[in-house]
């Protein structure tokens, strides 16, 4: 299994893999060494080198203000929470603060990275109806000092109904999370549950930013028209600064034409919004929830973790849209 994933690697056949680096690439790699590998564990051992040189010498860009992302989808299974989890704990590995806040009662994000959820641990879900403060759901991940989560149990799973009866409903985590300017992390990132509920439009209605993943399979861009729709209905009614800044593409497939051509019509909807980093599909990368660890911590020299190193990388670097409205937060 080791064998098949490296071997794709040394293929280069996604396009941000070391020695396959796009021209158009505006992802840095000037402080990379990339040494000549030609074998599997050669491939591996200089992904694990490069992981290691990310977290010693290649310190992001604080970005000018918090940055807060909405990760919304709501077909389930395509890699929202994978998404969330592995961007935050790659800009921890760099030095920037990062709060994952778990907002699917499933409470995935919780698990992979190292976050007790059990029913009764103070979560989204009292945060949410403003029962409790962000403080105090507050939770740190044992894999990085800069890497926090606002943990979900299954209290969230009646929310969506409990909501429905409550004031100003789709603002409510808005307003509760209307603290975290007071707190000094530079990217939040809200994980959603795969529906276009009240959970997911709360989410929207919090977070200037929105990024969709999409995987890249048949049917990539079904429920995405629908998606698009809601945002466009949130942001004339409830949140103006709402905005689609970033698009991923998850579980790339190097062996199939489809994946390709699923990227392909992706970027031509989308355009440059969508990282050109594209996460390939690995088996490492569905393990390492098990063991409660992001793909960074849990495999670094993984195709996967590099991947979600450059797409972490690109996000940081190209600023997201904040840039427009000049200021500090
Ligand atoms: N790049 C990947 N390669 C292989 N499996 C993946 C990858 N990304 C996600 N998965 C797996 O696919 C499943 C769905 O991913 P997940 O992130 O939970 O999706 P969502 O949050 O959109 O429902 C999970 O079992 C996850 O471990
Ligand atoms: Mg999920």
Redesign the pocket.
Known sequence: MTGAESSGAAKGSIPDVPGGVSRETDVSRETWTTPDVDTPIGAEAARAVRLMQAAVQGQLPRPSRQRVFTIA?QK???????TAVNLAAALALQGLKVLVIDLDPQG?ASTALGIEHRPGTPSSYEVLIGEIRVEDALQRSPHNERLYCIPATIDLAGAEIELVSMVAREGRLRTALAELKHYDFDYVFIDCP?SLGLLTINALVAAPEVLI?IQCEYYALEGVGQLLRNIEMVKSHLNPDLDVSTVVL??HDGRTKLADQVAMDVREHFGDKVLRTV?????K??EA?GYGMTIINYDPGSR?AMSYLDASRELALRGGTRQDEGGQG
């Not at 996460?279 to 088996?283: D, G």
Request: glycine fraction near 18%; charge should be positive.
């Open positions: 989808n389930g299974g395509v890699g929202k929470t994978t995935n795969p993943p998850t579980m996460i390939p599909r690995s088996v990368v569905s929830p996967g």
